[in-house]
């Protein structure tokens, strides 16, 4: 078996990373940026951090602020005309998982402007040229976007979230300052370290998980569950840094490797009701856990292992359901929904919302047989 690892060119990470910024853009002989963020960091002052590198160096840039959370087609053309507009010759971006992919979404078509469409990025993507250099520092510890080969955009015409898959489009650079973190809310940063935890748990169970993600993701649920809610509720600076670690790693191992089902379904959460991504995942996990643990009990048991949990003298099944629940309560300690009831679910889109999960490109990852009819059940149960 032949197995491939896609790794970000460079990487900083601690306290104040953003200050090798300058001296990065211009080794590489880079002229004008567009900084790509949203209005809510702008106006909490999170990109000023950034900027304030920026000016003091003397780099040229322009901004686009207008990033939505779950970032559609619409969004990435407007910011794609920006980019044209402005001359930038590279992108940065400033923000969490909507503003990063909406970043690789621009660098992507800046390279390839054949595929200006977007749809025809969906899935596995062939695209010709590396995206436009784009440099990432995110301020939220969850989608680990600076480190992968996806960005997921939503066509609204469809209700479709579109996850697109490309090599081409990981960052040239990356800068994981988590004093860009410190600020983010709690409510934000439970959900965006659920979903962190997600990615590691995940990538660990899928089907492709190998020696190599298997250290990436078996750490990454380590530094998560021992951190996250230190992290939200105290905002420890020691713990936030984890988890600003954490998510990292786990990016490598799941970026490589794929997902599952709960990423299927937590999309089509998003596309229909707008559900921010974290939550929808930290919602579904613990259901699709369950499910899953079936097929792979060793490997729920070394998760539960790893969270320091006695599971001596437990059958696979008492294992299954104990390493779960342990995820269904950090959960309700962050204060995340339990039922998608809870977020504006309807009982009439089950079937509409499995059939769409049926065909994400996550599915295909699930390390047990789902078909529309198993989908439907899920998601009734999490109902």
Known sequence: ????????????????????????????????????????????????????????????????????????????????EVCKKVGADYLIAVGGGSVIDTAKAISIIMNN????????????????????????????????AEVTINYVITDEERKVKMVCVDPNDIPTLSIVDAELMLGMPKSVAAATGLDALTHAIEG????????????????????????????????????????????YIAGMGFSNVGLGIVHSMAHQLGAVYDTPHGVANALLLPYIMEFNGVECPERMRKIGEVFGLDLSNMTDVEVVEKVSNEV???????????????????????????????????????????????LEDLFTKAF
């Open 328 to 374: 269904r309560n950090l959960a309700i300690k962050l204060d995340i929904p339990q039922h998608i009831s809870e977020i504006g679910g309807k009982k009439e889109d089950i079937r509409m919302l499995a059939e769409k999960a049926l065909v994400d490109p996550c599915t295909g990852g699930n390390p047990r047989y789902v078909d529309a009819d198993i």
């Open 1 to 80: 078996m032949i197995n491939r690892m896609v790794l970000n060119e460079t990487s900083y990470f601690g306290y104040h990373a953003r200050e090798v910024l300058p001296e990065e853009i211009r080794k590489r002989g880079l002229n004008k940026a567009l900084l790509v963020t949203d209005k809510t960091l702008m106006s909490c002052g999170v990109t000023k951090m950034v900027l304030d590198i920026l000016d003091h160096d003397g780099i040229l840039y322009s901004v686009f602020d207008n990033v939505k959370p779950n970032p559609t087609i619409a969004n990435v053309l407007e910011g794609l």
């Open 113 to 144: 402007p054949e595929r200006v469409d977007i749809v025809s990025l969906e899935g596995v993507s062939d695209t010709k040229n590396k995206g436009m250099p784009l440099i990432v520092l995110p301020t939220t510890s969850g989608t680990a």
């Open 204 to 247: 660990y169970i899928t089907k492709s998980a190998w020696e190599m993600t298997d250290m990436f993701h078996l750490e990454a649920i380590k530094l998560i569950y021992h951190n996250l809610e230190k992290a939200v509720k105290e905002k420890d600076k020691e713990a936030v840094f984890n988890m600003a670690l954490a998510q």
